[in-house]
């Protein structure tokens, strides 16, 4: 009885372990997410900004040629 509740402490402790393991890789890959979100989100308003101001200029450049 003792090397199985010897057995069951040390696999106890090893799942422990991993469980707290593969939490901080979730925490780390959540990190990494919001991040990325962050990221492209910037990218996305800088496209619709640049996408406006071409925009316009066209219309401009539209407006002298046809003067």
């Known amino acids: 009885v003792n090397l199985v509740d010897k057995a069951y402490e040390e ?3 090893t ?3 991993w469980i707290s ?4 890789r979730s925490e780390n890959i959540e990190d990494l997410v ?3 979100e ?4 910037s990218v996305e308003d800088q496209f619709k900004e640049q996408e406006e101001a ?3 200029q066209n219309e401009e450049m ?3 040629v046809m003067e």
């Not at 393991?21 to 901080?24: D, K």
């Open 15 to 17: 799942l422990s372990v």
């Open 54 to 56: 071409i925009r316009v």
């Open 62 to 64: 539209m407006a002298q």
């Open 11 to 13: 696999i106890k402790e």
């Open 34 to 36: 919001s991040e990325l």
């Open 21 to 24: 393991e593969l939490q901080e």
């Open 38 to 41: 962050l990221a492209y989100n």
